[in-house]
């Protein structure tokens, strides 16, 4: 392994399908969905009455009622995850060098939770009722920020701020920060807390979710020709990347090194992606001229594969294209966004850990509602119902956002 590699040591989850990475994990090898019924508002003159929220999650365990009460969810979100992977990692901030260990936690919307909460108070009471934390407890930035302060990183701290591809988009420019010398650790991923009144609504105003709310298990079907929309969901996911010297020097347990990262711009559409995939297409071929690997090298695709019937087709063309026809005939994809629903900014931070588990353990997580292919999706190996057991060499997932930007990352097993 090159001087300048960057390894993954920890990992942490919030997720609709688990609250730490192990029952999230279990959760997806098992085909278990994570959307339910909204119960946390009413939602009775709501077109869409579905997501994927979380359940059993207590910020208390992480912060005082009075540090929690300043920061919005998305923010309890990420300190969760956070604490997970530092915990997971092994890693002592304090006896490190702090100067040397940063964060980039990423959001597609960020507090908007507090943002509406700020204009009800406005509403109902003029502006003294509006609280002088809503900016710091709202902006994106603040998730890393918060997060550096309490655990005392005084390292880079960022946030990317690419809709769903802001998780993604958060870990390879980690990777890149730290293989260019800017830092030794990088805590890196994606947090969100979409699924409010004004989340559900703008998102159910675009059409842009599944409307089948007397099934909401069966209502993230990536690739199916049933399929009606995603399924907003929200949580956070977030990986210690750390150099490989610095991972070996203190015996850290590596689960991957991160070994390819691409971008990409569609420069086409506000919403939806170019229509042959050409812009998703580029950008997985970047991440393999950064890992110096062939198509062929490739043993798992973990897919955006939101369940809309655009972004499905192409992402399915741009594969088929980049991979089937350059001699990876049959390479397994899948989109665990089918359990986990669509989780925004944090989204490409879990389907990256999903990876991470996958390479460790040699498990293809399924797709599940996947009944009928559709048509235009024909020809791919997309891993129907039930997890596939598979030696993972080489693991590539992808991450597509609103204004048409991509990123792709590849993670490979450590020897």
């Known amino acids: 392994m090159d001087s300048n590699a960057v390894v993954v040591t920890g990992v942490g989850i919030v997720s609709p399908v688990g609250i730490t990475a192990d029952e999230a994990w279990e959760s997806v090898i098992s085909g278990k969905s994570g959307v339910r019924s909204i119960a946390e508002f009413d939602v009775s003159s709501y077109s869409v ?12 365990r992480h912060l005082s009622a009075k540090e ?21 990692s092994g890693l002592d901030v304090e006896s490190s060098e702090p100067d040397r260990i940063g964060i980039a936690i990423g959001s597609g919307i960020g507090g908007i939770q507090g943002i509406e909460n700020g ?9 003294r009722k509006v609280s002088p934390f809503l900016v710091p407890s709202s902006v994106i930035n603040m998730a890393s920020g918060n ?20 998780g993604t988009h958060s870990i390879g420019v980690s990777a890149r920060m730290i293989a260019a010398g800017d830092a030794d650790v990088m805590l ?11 989340g559900v609504a703008s998102f159910a105003s675009a059409r842009a979710l599944s409307q089948r709310n007397d099934a909401p298990e069966q209502a993230s079907r990536p690739w ?26 203190r015996g850290a347990n590596i689960y991957a090194q991160v070994t ?36 062929e090298d490739i043993d798992y695709i973990n897919a955006h594969g939101t369940s809309t019937v655009v972004g499905d087709v192409a992402e399915a063309a741009a594969v088929r294209r980049l991979f089937y026809a350059n001699g990876a005939h049959g390479v397994p994809m899948s989109s665990t966004k089918s359990m986990t629903g669509h989780m925004l900014g944090a989204a490409g931070g879990i389907e990256a850990a999903f990876c991470l588990l996958a390479i460790r353990d040699g498990v293809i997580p399924p797709t599940i509602n996947l009944d009928e292919q559709d048509q235009q999706c024909e020809g791919l190996d997309l891993v129907p119902h039930e997890a596939r057991q598979k030696g993972l060499r080489h693991v590539l997932t992808n991450s597509f956002g609103f204004g048409g930007t991509n990123a792709s990352l590849i993670f490979s097993h450590v020897e």
């Open 49 to 60: 009455r579905i997501g994927g929220t979380i359940e059993g999650f207590d910020i208390a």
């Open 119 to 127: 204009h009800q108070a406005l509403i109902d009471g003029g502006p």
């Open 68 to 88: 929690a009460k300043r920061m919005d969810p998305f923010i309890h979100y990420a300190f969760g995850a956070s604490a997970q992977a530092i915990d997971d």
């Open 224 to 249: 199916d020709s049933d399929r009606d929309g995603f399924v907003l969901s929200e949580g956070a996911a977030v990986l210690v990347l750390e150099s490989y010297e610095h991972a070996k020097r």
């Open 147 to 166: 997060i550096s302060i309490h655990f005392g990183m005084r390292g880079p701290n960022l946030s990317a701020v690419t809709a769903c591809a802001a």
């Open 260 to 295: 390819g990262f691409g971008n990409s711009a569609d420069a086409y559409h506000i919403t939806q992606p170019a229509e042959s995939g050409e812009g998703a297409q580029r950008c997985m071929a970047r991440a393999l001229a950064d890992a110096r690997l062939n198509p």
């Open 188 to 198: 890196a991923g994606g947090a969100e807390k979409c699924i409010t009144p004004l």
